[in-house]
Structures are given as C-alpha cells and as structure tokens.
C-alpha cells in the first residue's frame, strides 16, 4: 500500500514517424519535450521512457529536458556487463538497429554489440510496425526472429537485446536460442528501484 506514485503522459508515435525517416530528430524531441513537460508539470521526479527508439531523439536533444530521465540504453547495457556478456545481439526497429544510441551505451559499459545483417534488420522492423504494433502474434514471425538469434549466436554474440516493446511478445527466455535482456522489463525495475530509494536518482537529462 506505500506504492511510489505514477504519472503517465503517453502521445502516439505515428506523427513522428516522417520525422525518423528524415532524420528530423528536433521534430521528435519537439514532441517528446511536450510529454516530459507535462510530467514536470504534475510534479514527476524523473521521467522513464520504454521507447527504444526514443533515445535516439533524447540523445541528440540540445535542450535539457525539463526532468531527469532514466536512459533506456544505459540500463540494458549495465545490465550486459553485470552479466558479463561479451557481445549483445541488438533487435529492435530499423533506426533502434541502425542508429547511435545503444552503441554509444554499450561502448560507455564497455560492452561490443552486434547489429543483424540488412535482411535480417528488414524483417524485424516489418514484423514490428506491421505485425506486433497491430497486435498481430504469428508463428512465422516468432521463427523468423529465433532464427535470426540463433544465427547471431553462432555468429559469437552470448545475449540478445530485445530493444522494442513488442519483441518480448514474440520471443520469451524459453525460446530464445540466447538469454534476453528484455529493456521494458530491465527499465521497469531501474525506475522501481529509483523511486524507492534502492539506486540513486537519475540524472540524465538529454545529450549525448
């Protein structure tokens, strides 16, 4: 019953979707900034977002947002380290895939990282924007992606990534041909943890 109060401020992902294939992420962190705002606002301590994508926008932000955050990259990647991974599959959408975040994280943990190859990147993002985003839980696709892992597997990496929401809809730690770090999951402990006074308070706020 002494639960950390929760304020949630969730604005759709689809007005920003122009903005990722532009590389317009001023745009994204426009509408990311509003959000944030709006906790600041109800008087949120920090902020957690389960966007992996997000924090590609959160990273370039040249404003400081208006509350500290809890870096989604930076948690799966302790969490590598405390594992004592070597090299991490990463899965997530073509720009979490693609893009500069969970690398820099990574290299901050001291972590290597692998990307899956451009086909396998273009099926994972289909599957994700067209399948698992519309609900959508096909059998198929749950093979696809452990194919690609086991392939990533035997290609060295020793822990796959699951960087998307909806990946852990497809696969789970029973199927998984390596052991997932599962980010919802990895950030929803670290905020529990931060609110309760069990980790320290984050102190991130945008940039790089």
Same mark, same amino acid.
């Given at each position: 019953?002494?639960?950390?109060?929760?304020?949630?401020?969730?604005?759709?992902?689809?007005?920003?979707?122009?903005?990722?294939?532009?590389?317009?992420?001023?745009?994204?962190?426009?509408?990311?900034?509003?959000?944030?705002?709006?906790?600041?606002?109800?008087?949120?301590?920090?902020?957690?977002?389960?966007?992996?994508?997000?924090?590609?926008?959160?990273?370039?932000?040249?404003?400081?947002?208006?509350?500290?955050?809890?870096?989604?990259?930076?948690?799966?990647?302790?969490?590598?380290?405390?594992?004592?991974?070597?090299?991490?599959?990463? %899965?997530? $959408?073509?720009?979490?895939?693609?893009?500069? =975040?969970?690398? !820099?994280?990574? *290299?901050?943990? +001291?972590?290597?990282?692998?990307?899956?190859?451009?086909?396998?990147?273009?099926?994972?993002?289909?599957?994700?924007?067209?399948?698992?985003?519309?609900?959508?839980?096909?059998?198929?696709?749950?093979?696809?992606?452990?194919?690609?892992?086991?392939?990533?597997?035997?290609?060295?990496?020793?822990?796959?990534?699951?960087?998307?929401?909806?990946?852990?809809?497809?696969?789970?730690?029973?199927?998984?041909? %390596?052991? $997932?770090?599962?980010?919802?999951?990895?950030? =929803?402990?670290? !905020?529990?943890? *931060?609110?309760? +006074?069990?980790?320290?308070?984050?102190?991130?706020?945008?940039?790089?």
């Amino acid at each position: 019953h002494a639960h950390s109060e929760i304020t949630l401020s969730i604005l759709p992902m689809g007005p920003t979707l122009a903005a990722y294939d532009a590389g317009d992420l001023a745009a994204v962190n426009a509408h990311l900034m509003r959000t944030c705002q709006r906790l600041a606002d109800a008087g949120c301590d920090f902020f957690v977002c389960p966007d992996n994508t997000a924090h590609i926008a959160l990273d370039a932000a040249r404003e400081p947002f208006p509350l500290p955050g809890l870096h989604i990259c930076d948690v799966v990647a302790s969490q590598a380290k405390s594992d004592r991974r070597t090299r991490v599959a990463l %899965l997530g $959408t073509r720009w979490t895939m693609m893009g500069p =975040a969970y690398p !820099a994280a990574f *290299a901050r943990a +001291g972590v290597g990282l692998q990307s899956p190859e451009p086909e396998e990147r273009a099926t994972i993002d289909r599957i994700i924007f067209e399948e698992l985003c519309l609900g959508v839980i096909a059998d198929a696709s749950r093979a696809d992606y452990v194919r690609i892992i086991a392939r990533m597997q035997r290609d060295g990496c020793d822990a796959v990534a699951l960087s998307c929401t909806e990946i852990p809809l497809l696969v789970t730690p029973e199927i998984s041909p %390596l052991p $997932t770090l599962d980010s919802t999951r990895l950030l =929803a402990r670290a !905020a529990v943890a *931060a609110a309760l +006074g069990h980790a320290p308070a984050p102190g991130w706020r945008g940039g790089g």
